[in-house]
């Protein structure tokens, strides 16, 4: 059964600051994929949208595939990739 339900996204980093506030808020319908909430991400923040390709997303706190299933009540969250050492 597909739901219609509204996800509150935590977003980090750069993507915090084009967007202008902590969380992004979407309405997809569920389940859908990591893929399928990014892309829906960028539609409604579209300042996002030239970095879709090279953001991540987080899902229960878990690195996430595009083909990952995201569920009403999962933690999801955005963000650019991480360099370091």
């Not at 990591?34 to 892309?39: E, P, T």
Request: proline share 9%; glycine share 8%.
């Amino acid at each position: 059964m597909t739901v219609s339900t509204r996800l509150d996204i935590a977003v980090f980093g750069q993507c915090r600051a084009l967007i202008g506030q902590p969380t992004a808020s979407v309405q997809v319908s569920v389940p859908t994929t990591a893929a399928a909430v990014l892309a829906a991400v960028c539609r409604q923040y579209p300042q996002l949208a030239p970095f879709e390709g090279s953001l991540l997303v987080a899902v229960n706190e878990e690195y996430a595939r595009p083909d990952t299933p995201i569920r009403a009540g999962d933690d999801v969250a955005v963000f650019p990739p991480i360099a370091g050492g």
